[in-house]
């Protein structure tokens, strides 16, 4: 259906990758994998049509319809969701025009005989048949059916899209996507500003379509729920695999066994002749065979292991100050913002050493109440924290805090302490900012490098609450296992207001579910939560709403 052939993408001397191959069949689900840079965002826009290769081509049938989510939204603020929404149907609207202009013009000409003529009524039938096999008849109820699917109210169908967050904005993406009906989807990190109803009910549209999917994302369990096949973009070369994601990590585990061996064995080869010639280059005897040695090394193809595995890298929060029995209790506290209840009467009592989760649909208080146990909202009630307690809290705009100012290795060096400073190099490292990467200033960084770095400074900060609002955002796949590992050790309290169940999954034993204006505790892990709820897509969501 594409064929991609040759491509190569060269920008300010770099090469990100170089003659890549590949083709996208009907019904194909790719996981498009590599670590942060290697270019998968660049492939995909590529497809998309929105950016140009430097060379190469690639080739999209006339009548395959491709959509592309980026992970950075376009809806127009002038717009309501309903219009929004309806942009899905904008060409056929614009055909609709243009056949009604030229009938018009037919109806004013009298060359009957001319080929002007013959030219409009050829334009005119071409049109036609196209627009008149699309079904418009229940264009607006299509619209209005799909959006109260993905959880919208029908007030919220005439407000701007102005007045909604990310992840809602991102549902109406999704709604234009979906009522495009499109050949070939290509999603970039769809689930960034998604909660766990809406990547579910995502999964599930996925799965039942028999539509091409190219996706890119850091979610572990979207991806694997998903996916059947998995393109991995490293070091300027792809690597195409008939597989799952969880299959995939596996043969490229092997893969590189095997490279490293190869490399290994390469690397004594070379020693061995360099040797040879260093020893007989004066022999004249053996002139022939050192010349000939010499020339088998400047042409020699070096094996290159992909990169580097720090996958062993484990990182630990210091030991934590104690803090009193129940860190957290709070006892009918609710909070409105106007005439607008966010939630009301909740009550519960974090205990010291709980991992808990907050969850819920985009909107319904998780992050509100965050701000209220950190005393940065009013509300009603009474939240009371324990005795020493010690907060380190990451907002979703955390990253946005760091001082600019700063170097990298800097920002991290000036909060390091003990034997924790002899190991800044290997962290730093681990969250991709090994080498020169940590001499960057923050002002230099992107949102996610950002993202990255004030994380890092949590796990140096000697605390007994942490509570991250949504953390894992920005972060691939080994620097969330990095987090992971380090707050599964970390031996004080833990409130994660997070959507990813993968990251999720063994590091929450307790629940609390934010909707419909009430917060409800759930004495589980999130896959039981989940198992509990019947949660297994997004139309059980709402049957039960």
């Avoid at 013009?105 to 001319?114: I, M, N, V």
């Avoid at 096949?229 to 590189?256: C, F, P, W």
């Avoid at 088998?296 to 029995?325: N, Q």
């Avoid at 987090?483 to 833990?494: C, S």
């Amino acid at each position: 259906m594409i064929t991609v052939e040759g491509l190569t993408v060269e920008f300010g001397g770099t090469t990100l990758f170089k003659d890549i191959s590949f083709q996208i069949n009907e019904s194909d689900r790719i996981a498009l994998m590599g670590k942060n840079g290697a270019g998968k965002s660049t492939l995909l826009k590529i497809l998309a049509g929105v950016r140009n290769a430097t060379r190469g081509s690639v080739s999209i049938p006339k009548e395959c319809v491709v959509a592309y989510l980026p992970q950075h939204l376009m809806t127009e603020d002038g717009r309501t969701v309903r219009e929004e929404a309806s942009q899905a149907f904008a060409h056929l609207m614009e055909a609709e025009a243009e056949i009604e202009q030229l009938n018009k013009e037919l109806a004013e000409r009298t060359d009957y005989e001319s080929d002007e003529y013959m030219a409009l009524i050829e334009r005119v039938s071409e049109l036609s048949e196209k627009f008149y096999a699309i079904d418009m008849t229940h264009f607006e109820e299509d619209v209005e059916k799909t959006l109260l699917g993905l959880g919208f109210e029908r007030s919220d169908l005439d407000r701007p899209t102005s007045e909604f967050s990310g992840g809602w904005r991102m549902r109406i993406e999704l709604a234009k996507l979906l009522l495009k009906n499109p050949d070939v989807l290509l999603l970039d990190e769809p689930t960034n500003h998604l909660d766990i109803e809406s990547i579910m009910w995502l999964e599930d549209f996925i799965k039942t379509s028999s539509k091409a999917v190219v996706v890119i994302s850091h979610d572990r369990r979207f991806v694997d729920a998903i996916t059947t096949r998995t393109i991995e973009v490293t070091m300027g070369r792809i690597y195409d695999y008939k597989a799952s994601y969880s299959h995939y990590l596996e043969l490229r585990k092997e893969r590189r066994e095997q490279q490293q061996k190869q490399y290994e064995e390469q690397q004594k080869m070379i020693q061995e002749t360099k040797d040879f010639i260093e020893r007989f280059k004066g022999t004249y005897s053996k002139t022939l065979q050192v010349q000939s040695r010499v020339k088998m090394l400047e042409k020699l193809e070096l094996i290159e292991v992909d990169e580097e595995d720090t996958s062993a890298l484990r990182l630990k929060f210091p030991p934590s100050p104690r803090s009193g029995s129940y860190p957290v209790q709070a006892d009918n506290v609710g909070k409105s913002f106007g005439d607008h209840e966010v939630f009301n009467n909740a009550t519960f009592m974090i205990e010291r050493g709980d991992k808990v989760a907050f969850v819920g649909r985009n909107g319904e208080g998780k992050s509100t109440m965050v701000k209220c146990i950190m005393n940065e909202l009013e509300h009603s009630g009474t939240l009371t924290l324990g005795h020493n307690v010690q907060i380190a809290y990451f907002a979703q705009n955390q990253a946005s805090l760091l001082d600019e100012n700063l170097t990298v290795f800097q920002t991290i060096d000036d909060i390091a302490k003990g034997d924790v400073r002899l190991k800044i190099r290997d962290m730093l490292g681990a969250f991709m900012f090994g080498g020169e990467e940590s001499t960057k200033k923050v002002k230099v960084l992107s949102g996610g490098e950002r993202t990255r770095l004030a994380i890092l400074k949590l796990l140096l900060e000697p605390v007994n609450l942490l509570i991250l609002d949504e953390p894992t955002n920005h972060l691939d796949l080994k620097t969330k296992d990095i987090l992971k590992q380090a707050l599964q050790d970390f031996d004080g309290t833990l409130i994660l207001v997070s959507h990813d169940r993968d990251f999720l999954d063994g590091l929450v034993t307790k629940v609390y579910e934010f909707g419909h204006k009430r917060v409800r505790e759930h004495l589980c892990g999130i896959n039981e939560f989940l198992e509990n709820k019947k949660l297994e897509n997004l139309h059980d969501i709402e049957r039960k709403s």
